[in-house]
């Protein structure tokens, strides 16, 4: 349901989210938060493509356009060293939570911003706080949700990888 697969230094990553935050175009998510796509598919609208429910049958492979903002960087190292696809920056907003849901394919989960009070909640298996400088393998296509308890917000960066 959930291992650490590799680590991370979560202050280098705040100081690099730091340089191109406002660069970025954001999809809001209602009073849940915001989010950006730094990987599209090839020839769609940056940032934005991606973002929110997405058809469950879509290929995950398709969103392997990194963003020329992020070229070259940390992020790019990331995405390339996880196979992850439609990465995106999920800001979830302080006081709040997602919908129960099911993903059509596994996550990676990296802190960038977190609390101990942000925690996902699965159907089985309890409730996981995901910790900062771990990078996180989670299968989120078991149901689950996500909810934030604390009065901060929460920044995670996560990528589609293959079943």
């Known amino acids: 349901m959930l291992e650490i697969i590799g680590t991370v230094d979560s202050n280098l990553l705040l100081e690099e989210y730091s340089k191109i935050e ?3 175009d954001w999809y809001v998510t209602g009073t849940q938060g915001r ?6 598919r090839p020839g769609a609208p940056l940032c934005l493509d991606g973002c929110g429910s997405i058809d469950p049958k879509s290929d ?3 969103y392997n356009y990194i963003n020329p903002l992020i070229q070259n ?9 996880y196979k992850m696809y439609r990465t995106r920056f999920l800001w979830i907003n302080e006081m709040s939570c997602y919908s ?3 993903d059509s394919s596994p996550r990676i989960h990296i802190p960038i911003v977190t609390n101990p009070n942000a ?14 400088d771990n990078v996180h393998w989670v299968d989120t296509r078991r149901k689950h949700s996500f909810v934030n308890f604390s009065n901060m917000k929460r920044l995670h ?4 990888i293959e079943n």
């Open 157 to 160: 960066l996560v990528g589609c």
């Open 73 to 81: 960087t940390i992020w790019q190292e990331l995405i390339e060293q």
């Open 22 to 24: 406002h660069h970025i």
């Open 35 to 40: 989010q950006s796509c730094i990987q599209t």
């Open 119 to 132: 925690m996902f909640f699965f159907n089985t298996g309890g409730v996981r706080h995901l910790t900062l």
């Open 100 to 102: 129960i849901h099911a």
């Open 60 to 62: 995950i492979t398709a």
